[in-house]
């Protein structure tokens, strides 16, 4: 027994449409995998629900960037203005000093120093005003 055509149209009940989303991002995303696989191409897959939530699929052994190089190269045609370059700058920009931040947090709860006398300096400074600090609050 096959299964019966249906109408393509938006789903109005919400949780049936959140199920249908479920089902059919997971089989698209496999037939995408597949034909990398099978015809040893490189796919590309992105999904934006309407909850705004972002889903994205490369094929193996690639990654979106890279296939977005590849697609400036063979087609002269850029998918991302100049606007957006310096804002994936600025990204990189922030998450490298996301992560100094982090190290520098690691270290301030003594965590991984494994640093000379000269690093230790200004840690041993801001523990010291801080503590300067909480105090004068404690007092008032």
């Not at 939530?53 to 850029?78: F, G």
Request: net charge positive; with cysteine; hydrophobic share 35%.
């Amino acid at each position: 027994m096959g299964r019966g055509k249906i109408e393509i149209k938006k789903i109005e009940n919400t949780s049936n449409r959140a199920v249908t989303y479920a089902k059919r991002k997971a089989g698209i995303f496999k037939k995408a995998k597949e034909i990398a696989i099978l015809c040893d191409v490189k796919v590309s897959l992105i999904i934006v629900s309407g909850s705004g939530k972002m889903d994205a699929m490369c094929s193996p052994d690639n990654s979106l960037s890279t296939i977005c190089e590849e697609y400036h190269k063979h087609s002269k045609e850029k998918l991302w203005p100049a606007k957006h370059e310096n804002l994936h700058n600025e990204i990189e920009m922030v998450k490298k000093e996301n992560e100094n931040m982090v190290i520098e947090l690691r270290h301030l709860n003594g965590q991984d120093i494994n640093l000379n006398h000269y690093e230790l300096i200004p840690i041993e400074e801001a523990l010291e005003n801080g503590l300067i600090s909480v105090r004068a609050r404690k007092a008032s």
